[in-house]
């Protein structure tokens, strides 16, 4: 069972320089999330999407952009990457916020910024 | 607004100790309260949870319980292995609200043998 799958699992950016971080869930769920964890921070919220087409800002938005591409698939852009942008990002999905269902957690993508 | 507030850590018990890691809880509504677990270099997975007041999750041996008038969800095992070494947070989402899951900031747990 693949359930959620980011990719890459590591990344080394130079300041200035973009990319995507790309997620997949199989399990037909509605809602998708990204965020940050950062030490002493806990995770923080990036962007999430309740469904296909719409997409809301959650915490700590500025600087990202997402893309939900379709129900499997939330992408997460960093236009211009700088050194704070380093962090580990975990994407999740869950069936429904409104069922109180639980979230289903990529592995993580490791990005540093230098 | 909402928010969950668990003990900071690190916490480093030996093993066959009991655990507590405390975790109280701010919400408008009726929320639903769990407990993940991450393991090193691995994402965050659902340990329990409880979806309405005096609610007991339970799983791998830990136990939660929904305490509505004291807004809290203290995570209890009652003997603890080295394999439990791992960070914890407790979280809540809302039901009738368009919200995200609301996540304490953990809370990293050293079991010694």
């Known amino acids: 069972n693949a359930g959620v799958t980011q990719t890459p699992k590591f990344q080394v950016l130079k300041t200035g320089q973009s990319m995507t971080l790309q997620c997949a869930q199989d399990?037909?769920?509605?809602?998708m999330y990204w965020y940050r964890q950062d030490p002493g921070m806990g995770l923080r919220l990036i962007y999430y999407s309740a469904s296909e087409g719409t997409t809301d800002k959650g915490e700590v938005p500025n600087g990202y952009n997402v893309s939900r591409l379709n129900k499997r698939e939330f992408s997460l852009r960093l236009e211009s990457a700088a050194p704070s942008q380093t962090s580990v990002y975990f994407c999740?999905?869950?069936?429904?916020?409104?069922?109180?269902?639980?979230?289903?957690f990529g592995q993580g993508t490791r990005l540093t910024v230098v | 607004g909402n928010s969950v507030t668990q003990m900071e850590g690190p916490v480093t018990l030996s093993e066959e100790a009991f655990l507590t890691i405390n975790c109280t809880y701010t919400?408008?509504?009726?929320?639903?309260l769990f407990w993940y677990v991450q393991y090193p270099g691995e994402g965050l997975q659902l340990l329990l949870k409880?979806?309405?007041?005096?609610d007991k999750g339970s799983n791998k041996g830990f136990e939660a319980t929904y305490r509505k008038e004291t807004t809290s969800f203290h995570l209890e095992k009652g003997s603890v292995q080295v394999s439990d070494s791992a960070v914890y947070f407790c979280?809540?989402?809302?039901?009738?609200?368009?919200?995200?899951?609301?996540f304490g900031k953990g809370t990293r747990l050293h079991i010694l043998p």
């Open positions: 999740a999905s869950s069936a429904s916020r409104t069922m109180n269902t639980e979230a289903f």
């Open positions: 979280a809540l989402t809302l039901m009738n609200r368009d919200d995200k899951i609301i």
């Open positions: 919400a408008t509504g009726y929320p639903s």
């Open positions: 399990m037909n769920h509605n809602s």
């Open positions: 409880a979806t309405k007041a005096d």
